[in-house]
């Protein structure tokens, strides 16, 4: 049989994994096809693509899930194939199914692998009857209240519910008691049904600082399989990997070997074609507990890519034209270690709230040996509430793995966003702090030291607004004459016509502001994005970027965001909002628990919002009663806007 022509390339997801594969397939002499929501018409890999087409829709469920549009955007644009990137319709047996039928090529496993190792609970039966080791659950078909209550009792609190078609943390969550159960389970069953439009549940009993560790296998079409190494994913927050790295730290070879091995007996079982993840749960005592199988590539793919040196999508590409693996289990490199972390467009300090709106500023890490950065947006991109916020990845590579950390912590101080809140700092919280530097790592990492990688926000120094006033009067427009070093006009400090030798500036940063009254003359000197501040002796050298009406300070490690502040215009707007709830972000309002005239306790669930594929409930922050409500059931609402009036008794 000849092999399939592919010469074009469809990649049906967006961000910065379908940049990544167009990256790739570009290298590779293919033509690239971007499918684009109405929001995402002018977004990076619509940009970036040889051919575009809109789906048209807003909501992931109008856009990039309808299996019909994305066949058609195909046939429209000559492309053969098409890649699913991961989230959305990576692991959906059916969309796998509908491009076989069409007569294209899914760079995927086929259907019936996606359908033993896609549902979570048919994985667990297969891994059971398998002999793998399984952590207690259920996985059953019945999706009832009762039955979940009855499972829970027999495994013992805490429990962990998960989407069976799930993954990437959505439909999870963790319960503590019978109490909690009802409210987790229909929230969880929502969100799965919006990411995965499938609402079915299993629950598993809740282990304690568990690692979570995978292996990366892959297949061809003529049966050979090998596994890539390992990657350990134990940094996560909402059941959602933050740091991934690879290899697997103090993992010894015979244990690589014994997992590795597990991993392609359970990709063999099935039938298993091209790249897919084997994922377990590790104690402290070394045994390993198989948790699922993701039929697709995943986001933490460029660990492995930078300690083997291979290039993972262009395997796919390959595989999918029929050719063998290129090399053989004993031939698969392991050379130095690799960090990954993903920049989120969240608030940290709002427990992860993601992030909505326009990225003002928006500067990447300098590329170099053993740094990679994987992205998919640009300054002045819109960041939307209707996908999954993650921005991009930085991957660190190094010979040894505190190589890796230093140059991962090297770049995430070269990283400059702003406009809207990341998680930029609390990533390198993690990569800086003591336990992690001694791999210390489990799945609790993040729980266990929230005090210091979530720390109060301190007062702000001296010293600090000293330099911001100075970078900010430095930063203004100044009539100067360049061409006449010798004239008064050619500095800011000389000749001033009547005009004031003091300027004072009331500026405000992370909920803190300041008036300051700057001199005229002063040794401090703005030159680029570089500013030379003196204070007490010590000469320091920041880092300050102007972006419009915002200055952006490097500051003990963090870029702050300054901007001038009328504290008389900030007391009238507190008092405008007192007594009233507003939505924490920009997003879509799914249930509405009370009306006008109730009383609720403190605590009690108001309002659910949909943004970003996740739910996230507004309470009541004291007892009292409802006086108004201004939301209703489907309705979009901006990041800000009025949702309930509660007035306290």
């Known amino acids: 049989m000849s092999a399939p022509v592919l010469t074009t390339l469809l990649v049906a997801n967006r961000g910065e994994i379908a940049c990544r594969v167009m990256r790739t397939a570009k290298a590779l002499g293919l033509t690239t096809v971007a499918v684009h929501s109405a929001t995402d018409r002018d977004a990076r890999h619509s940009r970036e693509a040889d051919i575009r087409v809109d789906l048209g829709g ?51 496993p086929p259907a019936s692998a996606i359908d033993a190792m896609g549902s979570k609970s048919a994985a667990k039966a297969l891994m059971e009857t398998a002999g793998v080791p399984l952590v207690p659950g259920y996985h ?145 005592r070394g045994e390993f507990f198989f948790m699922e199988m ?39 490199p392991l050379n130095g270690h690799a960090i990954e972390v993903r920049l989120y467009a969240e608030d940290p300090s709002n427990d992860f709230l993601p992030a909505t709106g326009r990225l003002d500023l928006y500067r990447e890490s300098a590329a170099g040996p053993g740094r990679r950065v994987d992205s998919g947006v640009e300054e002045g991109d819109e960041i939307s509430p209707f996908y999954d916020p993650m921005l991009g990845k930085l991957i660190a590579w190094g010979e040894d793995r505190e190589q890796a950390r230093l140059r991962l912590l090297s ?51 001296d010293a600090f607004w000293e330099a911001a006033a100075q970078a900010f009067a430095q930063s203004l427009p100044r009539l100067t004459r360049t061409d006449d070093p010798a004239s008064p006009w050619a500095s800011s400090t000389g000749l001033r016509a009547g005009l004031p030798r003091e300027v004072t500036l009331h500026l405000s940063c992370e909920g803190q502001d300041r008036a300051l009254t700057l001199a005229a003359n002063t040794d401090a000197r703005l030159s680029g994005e570089a500013l030379v501040v003196e204070h007490e002796g010590v000469r320091r050298r920041l880092r300050a970027i102007r972006q419009g009406d915002s200055l952006y300070l490097q500051w003990d490690g963090e870029l702050r965001r300054v901007e001038t502040y009328d504290p008389i215009s900030a007391v009238e707007a ?37 943004a970003m594929k996740m739910e996230h409930s507004i309470r009541a922050p004291h007892a009292g009663v409802i006086k108004a409500l201004y939301c209703q059931e489907g309705e979009m609402v901006g990041e800000g806007s009025a949702l309930v009036e509660l007035e306290a008794v």
């Open 58 to 108: 807003s909501k992931a469920a109008d856009s990039y899930l309808q299996i019909d549009k994305l066949i058609s955007a195909a046939k429209a644009s000559g492309a053969q194939a098409i890649h699913p990137g991961y989230g959305f319709l990576s692991e959906n047996a059916g969309f796998a199914r509908a491009i076989e039928a069409a007569g294209l090529i899914f760079l995927g």
């Open 140 to 284: 059953g078909e019945a999706q009832d209240l009762d039955t979940f209550r009855d499972a829970c009792e027999r495994i013992g609190y805490p429990v962990l519910l998960k989407a069976t078609a799930g993954g990437g943390g959505k439909g999870m969550k963790v319960v503590e008691d019978v109490s909690q159960l009802a409210e987790a389970l229909a929230s969880a069953q929502r969100e799965a049904q919006s990411s995965f439009g499938d609402s079915r549940m299993l629950v598993e009993k809740y282990l304690l600082k568990p690692r979570h560790v995978e292996i990366q296998v892959f297949a061809d079409q003529h049966g050979n399989c090998l596994y890539l190494n390992e990657r350990d994913c134990s940094i996560q927050r909402r059941h959602q990997k933050v740091v991934e790295e690879a290899p697997a730290p103090g993992l010894s070879p015979e244990l690589r070997r014994a997992m590795g091995e597990a991993a392609v007996r359970s990709a063999q079982a099935i039938g298993y074609v091209g790249a897919g993840t084997v994922e377990f749960l590790l104690d402290a």
């Open 294 to 332: 993701n039929t697709r590539l995943q986001v933490e793919h460029p660990v492995t890519e930078a300690i083997t040196g291979l290039d993972l999508v262009a395997w796919q590409i390959r595989v999918a034209r029929g050719e063998a693996l290129p090399i053989t289990q004993d031939q698969v």
């Open 411 to 461: 770049m995430l101080d070269e990283f400059a966003i702003g406009g809207l809140k990341t998680n930029i700092n609390f990533l390198r919280r993690i990569i800086a702090h003591p336990a992690f530097a001694a791999a210390e790592l489990d799945t609790g990492f993040i729980p266990r030291y929230q005090e210091q990688l979530l720390p109060a926000t301190d007062a702000l120094s």
């Open 574 to 610: 507190s008092h405008s909002h007192q007594g009233g709830l507003t939505a924490p972000m920009n997003g879509s309002i799914v249930r509405v628990l009370v009306e006008a005239g109730q009383s609720v306790e403190a605590g009690a669930q108001l309002v659910v919002l949909e």
